[in-house]
T-cell receptor, first 113, second 112 residues
Framework: ETGVTQSPTHLIKTRGQQVTLRCSSQSGHNTVSWYQQALGQGPQFIFQYYREEENGRGNFPPRFSGLQFPNYSSELNVNALELDDSALYLC????????????FGEGSRLTVL | TQLLEQSPQFLSIQEGENLTVYCNSSSVFSSLQWYRQEPGEGPVLLVTVVTGGEVKKLKRLTFQFGDTRKDSSLHITAAQPGDTGLYLCAGGIEAGANNLFFGTGTRLTVIP
């Protein structure tokens, strides 16, 4: 176990709705990254949060946004959900923003109908 | 678009056989990592290689980073059913980067 916890584990939404996913980082880790893993694909980097600010972003539209809190936990928010947003959303905590050390949670599986 | 291509995509072998999984790219990476992911779980880091030509061994698993740092391979000797899972390679363009580019994955099934 990595000590990274995500919630909820599964959820179903309809097109146009909004969703919030949550992640608690491993103790002592101050950096959180979010990845999207579509079915049959490898994870794709969404963004990273460090010191409560976005610190690096992949090729995702602005309707994907996030937050990091003083206790280093994080949220991923997705607005105006589309069918293609259906995926496993993975959170990874790291001891720093440039360590290359990622400890993944078990993910939140989102289904958009 | 995936920067890293893995082959084969699917592999089913008998217990005790050897296998090699390949990870290729046209891009140069500062580091290359291999992960294993089981159903319902997140990827778990197996190894990180950072030097071109580097070889690392983890029990029956041997990892190699290509000389040009554009490719890598994972070799498993005497595969066991417990090796079953999705193997993912992931590269970092910048040294120490947390924004990794993952491969397409190789789903390995080891039949007892």
């Amino acid at each position: 176990e990595t000590g990274v916890t995500q919630s909820p584990t599964h959820l179903i939404k309809t097109r146009g709705q909004q969703v919030t996913l949550r992640c608690s980082s491993q103790s002592g880790h101050n950096t959180v990254s979010w990845y999207q893993q579509a079915l049959g694909q490898g994870p794709q980097f969404i963004f990273q949060y460090y010191r409560e600010e976005e610190n690096g972003r992949g090729n995702f539209p602005p309707r994907f946004s996030g937050l990091q809190f003083p206790n280093y936990s994080s949220e991923l928010n997705v607005n105006a959900l589309e069918l293609d947003d259906s995926a496993l959303y993975l959170c990874a905590s790291s001891p720093g923003p440039n360590t290359g050390e990622l400890f993944f949670g078990e993910g939140s599986r989102l289904t958009v109908l | 678009t995936q920067l890293l291509e893995q082959s084969p995509q699917f592999l089913s072998i008998q217990e005790g056989e050897n296998l090699t999984v390949y990870c290729n790219s046209s891009s140069v990476f500062s580091s290359l990592q291999w992960y294993r992911q089981e159903p319902g779980e997140g990827p778990v880091l197996l190894v990180t290689v950072v030097t071109g030509g580097e070889v690392k061994k983890l029990k029956r698993l041997t990892f190699q980073f290509g000389d040009t740092r554009k490719d890598s391979s994972l070799h498993i000797t005497a595969a066991q059913p417990g090796d079953t899972g999705l193997y993912l390679c992931a590269g970092g363009i910048e040294a120490g980067a947390n924004n990794l580019f993952f491969g397409t994955g190789t789903r390995l099934t080891v039949i007892p």
